[in-house]
């Protein structure tokens, strides 16, 4: 497995998976919507199905001395590492835009989303989209990702919607919340966004190793 | 005891039917796998690499099926399905670093040996390479981790008469070493020179599989060379 996640990383992958990782750090940007920086990292994961699909890697893959199975778990482990990577850096933004930030003007005047655990639940929650709709969508074919992955941009693009609007419903107001307030709320919606992530990410995960179990190349 | 085993492998497609193949292969043999275009070698090989799922059948490696254990099977055997036609913008060195990872027998010796042996530049990119070199770099991927049997689809095509001659003295050092290697092809000279066994397919089903002195006796006519008894049997065959 581990062997997989290195020829992924050392073969397979597009440098722009790498270099679009630093999309994490829109979440400093204020009056912008931050979580089309998760959105961003996917894209730059899209770049690497590409790559892989350009340099016939399904078939070299299969040539080797794994399970087929083991060949989509190893796709799977790049992708999560790459989200886990952007969401590392969003998680420490995130952290000082809430604590030694939590009083700047800029971000108090901002009338977007602001960066707190909220916001980190929905980036999950678009991360486990990706995996489910696009990876997913994928390895139905092993071949074709147009449509899985219009379907990824439109869904993650009503995700990022909802989480801008969501503070501006009557009541709502606290899923914006600054600093440290309302932090049973925040911790509630981040570990949603994880569960949601986990749970997307390994149904996929599942549905992809039987879908290319079957496909015949 | 075979090396490899294949009972009763089917695969349906809407204009092509692999019926009912059963072969086997033993140790330090090499068999000779020969039919048409279109025949159904490919896809046999494809099925018995799990690249392609048969309807039905059984294949077993070293005593072991398939499914379950290709793993571990897979590091075991070598196999190259026509040329390499992947990464072709990526180092060959770079290649065979990540390839050999996956295999704990990997022999660095053995793969200094085979670049030496076909020439290859490993610091060329198989973009670079004439189709006959991608062939010899698949070749030194599957030969390179002591493997106990070798599965190749028309690993001669593509080669200079020189280069395939050196190919078959490889095959027949291997053979000597207890490698069993099954491997298709067109140019039916080249068994001549190292198959011990002939497998003949044509439209799907196996029609010989028989030693190739044994092959020669029972479906040839006096004087016939192994193209000739191809040749004529296909005729035969499209004329009924």
């Known amino acids: 497995m581990s062997n997989m996640l290195k020829k992924e990383m050392k073969l397979s992958a597009s440098i722009l998976s790498y270099l679009f990782i630093v999309f994490g750090f829109m979440t400093l940007i204020p009056g912008y919507p931050i979580l089309c920086g998760a959105f961003f990292t996917t894209l730059g994961l899209f770049q690497t199905f590409q790559s892989m699909r350009e340099n016939n890697d399904t078939v070299y893959s299969a040539l080797l001395p794994v399970r087929k199975s083991d060949v989509v778990r190893g796709r799977y482990a790049f992708v999560v590492f790459i989200e886990m990577c952007s969401f590392a850096i969003m998680a420490v933004l995130t952290l000082l835009r809430m604590t030694a930030l939590a009083g700047s003007a800029v971000y108090r005047a901002n009338a977007l989303m602001n960066a707190n655990l909220v916001y980190l639940g929905f980036a999950l929650l678009i991360f486990g989209c990706f995996n489910s709709v696009f990876v997913g969508g994928f390895y139905k074919t092993a071949f074709y990702f147009g449509k899985p992955f219009v379907l990824h941009t439109i869904v993650a693009f009503v995700i990022i919607f909802i989480a801008e609007a969501l503070h501006h419903v009557p009541g709502l107001e606290a899923v914006n919340a600054f600093g440290f307030d309302h932090i049973g709320l925040q911790l509630a919606f981040l570990l949603a966004g994880a569960a949601a992530f986990v749970l997307l990410t390994v149904l996929s995960m599942k549905r992809s190793e039987r879908n290319f179990e079957k496909i015949d190349l | ?240």
């Open chain 2, 1 to 240: 005891m075979s090396i490899v085993e294949v009972k009763g492998l089917c695969k349906k497609y809407p204009e092509f039917t692999l019926d009912n193949v059963d072969f086997s292969l033993e140790k330090g043999r090499i068999t000779g796998f020969i039919g048409r275009n279109g025949a159904g070698k490919t896809t046999t090989i494809k099925s018995i690499l799990n690249l392609v799922h048969p309807d039905a059948g059984e294949v077993s490696y070293f005593g072991m099926p398939l499914n379950g254990n290709e793993a571990e099977i897979k590091t075991r055997i070598g196999y190259s399905t026509g040329s390499l036609n992947y990464y072709p913008r990526k180092k060959l060195k770079d290649l065979i670093a990540v390839t050999k990872l996956f295999y704990p027998n990997w022999n660095d010796e053995a793969a200094r040996r085979y670049a030496e042996l076909f020439k290859l530049d490993l610091e060329k990119t198989p973009l670079e390479l004439s189709e006959g070199m991608k062939v010899k770099c698949n070749l030194l991927l599957a030969m390179s981790h002591g493997a106990e049997v070798l599965i190749l689809d028309e690993p001669t095509s593509g080669l200079d008469p020189f280069s395939r001659d050196e190919l078959l003295d490889v095959f027949l050092q291997l053979r000597d070493h207890g490698v069993a290697i099954l491997y298709s092809t067109h140019i039916t000279s080249d068994l001549e020179k190292c198959a011990d066994d002939i497998l003949y397919i044509r439209n799907g089903k196996i029609i010989a599989s028989e030693t190739r002195e044994r092959f020669i006796e029972t479906m040839g006519q006096p004087g016939e060379t192994l193209e000739e008894i191809m040749l004529r049997s296909e005729r035969e065959a499209r004329n009924e």
